[in-house]
């Protein structure tokens, strides 16, 4: 029976120009770091849009990045709290043991989460030793559970059988962990113009084999800042919860005055 906890963020329009697209992918691709932290913003409750061009500059100005290329995880929540004034803490060793209840509780809670991966051709988790090392963010994450669900807390979606969402109004999710039998993440690699479903351990398995700087990279004559101890201090494990200094859960239905 599966069930989501979707958090779609506005994103950048999509450009119906052939060139202004290549254009757009050119620079997503140096920058997919930072245009994950400006995609995860939109869901942080910032006072005041925050422009992809402000966060670039602070990145820069901090010495965190040349061309705008993230590698280091530490320097990613430090530039997230400076440009959106939003709380960031850093998990180690992947998505799997203690942090994989964290991540999703934090996720169902309507939150996002930045994560390092290798990318494959399809804007997919792949295994590249870290040779292709992105930035993605994670706004939502679909549930296959093996239980009856509770009609006073999900509803049935109208258009897709066998799918449920969080009714409006109720407080959080509530069903025994054992009956959850498949996890998808909902993400975002900034080249990409839509939403994937991602499989958990599949993500997992990607983000803790960033070991190595592309032999590519290395070789094109470009600076790029990357951390002592490489890429597998910067990146290996990474996963970088966010959400605002005094957050109130997007779950819960607002309040409104007749």
Known sequence: CPFIHPRWPPVHDSPTSGNILSTLSRLFTIRCGLVALWMAGHLLDAPEAV??????????????????EMFSGDNMVNLAKEVFA????LLTDGLMGSNRSRILSHLKAGYPVLIPYDEDFNHEPCLRKGHRAHWAVLTGVLLGLK??????????????????HLAGGAAGASYPEDCVVEVYLLAKQGKSLKYQLWEYERVHQSNVQLAEFSPKRGSDGTAYIVPDGGVKLGLCGVVILLQPLFPV?????????N
């Open 51 to 68: 422009s992809l061009e402000k966060i670039v500059n602070c990145a820069v100005e901090n010495n965190y990045t040349v061309q705008g």
């Open 249 to 257: 859960s997007k779950l819960t239905a607002p309040t409104t005055n």
């Open 147 to 164: 239980c009856k669900m509770l009609q006073d807390v999900y509803e049935k979606d109208h258009d897709i059988p066998g799918l449920h």
């Open 86 to 89: 939003c709380h960031g803490e």
